[in-house]
T-cell receptor, first 113, second 112 residues
C-alpha cells in the first residue's frame, strides 16, 4: 500500500532555531498538506499545496512557517524561529483529489526546548 | 457551536459489544465526511467515508444525516484491536476552501 513518508520521526530543537520537516507524498497524488497536533488536542490544519503553490493556509501558518516542493518528490515544512508552543506532532498528508480522504504520514514529533 | 463536536468518551466496552459514536458539525456547506482512527501517538488513518445513504464495511456502519448535521459510527462485535481514538472529520468547503476539520475524538477501550 502506498505510503506518505516523513523524516525525521522526532526532532528536538532549541527555541529560536530553524527546523525543516520533510515529507515524501504518494507519487500520483496532486494535493499536499501539513497538519499539526499538540499533545492531547485535536488535529489542526496548517496549509494545503497544489500545483507548486499554497492554495490555503490557516491562522496558525504565520510568517514563521513556509512550505516548499524543492523537487518532484519532497515536500517540506520550515519553521524559521521555533517557539516553545510549536512543540507538537506534525503530520504531512496527500490526496489524489480535493474531496478524497487523505493519507497521512506517521508524523514528526517536534520538541522545542 | 464547535465546528465538529464528538462524544467526549472514554468508552470502555467488553469484547463483542456494540458501540456507537456520534458527531455533529456546524458548517451546513460541508461536502464530505469521514471517520478516522488514531492509535496513541500515531497518525490518523482513514477508516471510512460517510455517505447520506449510509455505508457499511464489515463490522463498521456509518450514517450521515445532513438535515440534522449529524454523523454516526457503529461498531459491532468489538475486538481488542478496535481500541483507539475515533475521529469525526469533515471536509470544510466553500469559497475555494478545502480543508479537513477534525473533532477532538472519542477514545474507545475494548476490554477482554
Amino acid at each position: 500500500e502506498p505510503e506518505v513518508t516523513q523524516t525525521p520521526s522526532h526532532q528536538v530543537t532549541q527555541m529560536g532555531q530553524e527546523v525543516i520537516l520533510r515529507c515524501v507524498p504518494i507519487s500520483n497524488h496532486l494535493y499536499f498538506y501539513w497538519y499539526r497536533q499538540i499533545l492531547g488536542q485535536k488535529v489542526e490544519f496548517l496549509v494545503s499545496f497544489y500545483n507548486n503553490e499554497i492554495s490555503e493556509k490557516s491562522e496558525i501558518f504565520d510568517d514563521q512557517f513556509s512550505v516548499e516542493r524543492p523537487d518532484g518528490s519532497n515536500f517540506t515544512l520550515k519553521i524559521r524561529s521555533t517557539k516553545l508552543e510549536d512543540s507538537a506532532m506534525y503530520f504531512c498528508a496527500s490526496s489524489e483529489w480535493l474531496s478524497d480522504g487523505y493519507t497521512f504520514g506517521s508524523g514528526t514529533r517536534l520538541t522545542v526546548v | 457551536r464547535k465546528e465538529v463536536e464528538q462524544d467526549p468518551g472514554p468508552f470502555n466496552v467488553p469484547e463483542g459489544a456494540t458501540v456507537a459514536f456520534n458527531c455533529t458539525y456546524s458548517n451546513s456547506a460541508s461536502q464530505s465526511f469521514f471517520w478516522y482512527r488514531q492509535d496513541c501517538r500515531k497518525e490518523p488513518k482513514l477508516l471510512m467515508s460517510v455517505y447520506s445513504s449510509g455505508n457499511e464495511d464489515g463490522r463498521f456502519t456509518a450514517q450521515l444525516n445532513r438535515a440534522s448535521q449529524y454523523i454516526s459510527l457503529l461498531i459491532r462485535d468489538s475486538k481488542l484491536s478496535d481500541s483507539a481514538t475515533y475521529l469525526c472529520v469533515v471536509l470544510k468547503s466553500g469559497a475555494g476552501s478545502y480543508q479537513l476539520t477534525f473533532g477532538k475524538g472519542t477514545k474507545l477501550s475494548v476490554i477482554p
